[in-house]
């Protein structure tokens, strides 16, 4: 069984990664109906926060049922970090997660994500600072290292631990990787195999398929998968996985009639939360995984891509639905 602080998380947790533009509640619900056990928000900027940048103070927002679920902050400055601290804790999450991983350019510069990773006394100093400001669980995100030559994922593990980081997401990337080549997962078992690591090591990177999650598990004998991408407009990723822990088998993928419930929801509940214009423009992203490998479909997918209004969006479902109704997904 895992657990993140007092958060009993369940044997070798799913837990959706932090993704911006994507892991917004509506997404995040999706994706916990469908057997997430843990949820976190996109990043959100520490320097946003204490402006109270309305961008910023939208990404608090939390629900009920996706919990347990964690916010993710980045920022390099303390003061900020702390004051960030308390206005995430207001916010009544469970779970309080420093992004020290974010590998773009324009984070990276000011020193935060995976920038700290050039100062790992100021990485391990700023969480020994967070975790003594909140009685939340504070948790870390990070990447291998900077580069292939500074690789000290271990010690640096161990560091966080020790003052107190509750557990840690480890993508198996250098920053200087940004996302090209294969996630290397065993620097993250070795993490994962010194016997003094006692929190939690969940491995993230390039989990897309059932057997994968299964071979982070079994293999690499880590704690849990953080899985991204492979979420996108699949939320029904997670409940591939489980089902395939539990029985070796591959389940059914989502019929037609699923896939178009979720779009459907997905799109009613961004509405919802952020209004018609945003509602409509963010959720677009998810369309081509949720009817991926349907021929002859650009017509409709440019529909759904390019409408502005949800009335026309909300059409297009239907019509996919009655012209491709029948049509068989593989896997
Ligand atoms: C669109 C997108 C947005 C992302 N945003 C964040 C973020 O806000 N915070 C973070 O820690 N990682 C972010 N990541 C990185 C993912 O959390 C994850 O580490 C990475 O995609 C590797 O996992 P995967 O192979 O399962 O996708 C993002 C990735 C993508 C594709």
């Known amino acids: ?18 993704m911006e533009d994507v892991s917004d509640p509506p997404f995040r619900a999706l994706c916990k109906e469908q057997g997430a056990d843990v949820v976190y928000t996109e990043f959100i900027s520490s320097e946003g926060l204490i402006r109270d940048a309305a961008k910023s103070v939208m990404k608090l927002d939390i629900y009920e049922k996706e919990r347990p ?15 960030s601290v308390e206005i995430v804790e207001a916010s009544g999450p469970d779970i309080i997660d420093i992004n020290f991983g974010c590998p773009v350019k324009k984070v990276v510069s000011k020193g ?7 100062d790992i006394d100021l990485m391990v100093s700023l969480t020994k600072a967070m975790v003594k400001h909140t009685k939340l669980p504070i948790t870390v995100k990070t990447r291998l290292g900077w580069d292939d030559d500074s690789i000290k994922i271990v010690e640096v593990a161990e560091r966080l631990q020790d003052v107190g980081c509750k557990a840690i997401s480890i993508h198996g990337r250098t920053r200087a990787q940004m996302y090209k080549g294969e996630a290397n997962w065993h620097p993250i078992a070795e993490v994962k195999n010194n016997s003094r690591m006692h929190i939690p090591v969940f491995g993230n990177g390039d989990v897309d398929t059932p057997e994968k999650a299964m071979l982070m598990r079994d293999k690499f004998g880590l704690d849990g998968a953080m899985i991204g991408r492979a979420s996108i407009g699949y939320p029904w990723f997670f409940k591939e996985v489980k089902h395939f822990f539990k029985t070796g088998t591959h389940c059914e993928p989502p019929t037609m009639q699923e896939r178009v419930d979720a779009a459907r929801r997905h799109l009613e509940m961004a509405i919802d939360w952020k209004g018609e214009t945003l509602g409509v423009f963010e959720t677009r992203r998810h369309y081509t995984n949720y009817f991926k490998g349907i021929p002859h479909f650009k017509e409709h997918r440019m529909k759904m891509v390019t409408s ?8 297009a479902f239907d019509e996919v639905l009655e012209a491709f109704g029948d049509f068989e997904f593989s896997r």
């Not at 679920?69 to 004051?83: D, K, P, T």
């Not at 935060?112 to 050039?118: E, N, Q």
């Not at 502005?308 to 059409?315: C, G, L, N, R, Y």
Request: glycine share 12%; hydrophobic share 55%; proline share 4%.
């Open 1 to 18: 069984m895992a657990k993140i602080g007092d958060i009993d998380v369940g044997e070798f947790p799913l837990l959706l990664a932090p």
């Open 69 to 83: 679920v964690g916010i993710q902050i980045f920022g390099a400055i303390l003061e900020s970090m702390l004051r």
């Open 112 to 118: 935060a994500g995976a920038g700290i990773l050039k």
């Open 308 to 315: 502005d209004d949800s009335t026309d969006v909300f059409a």
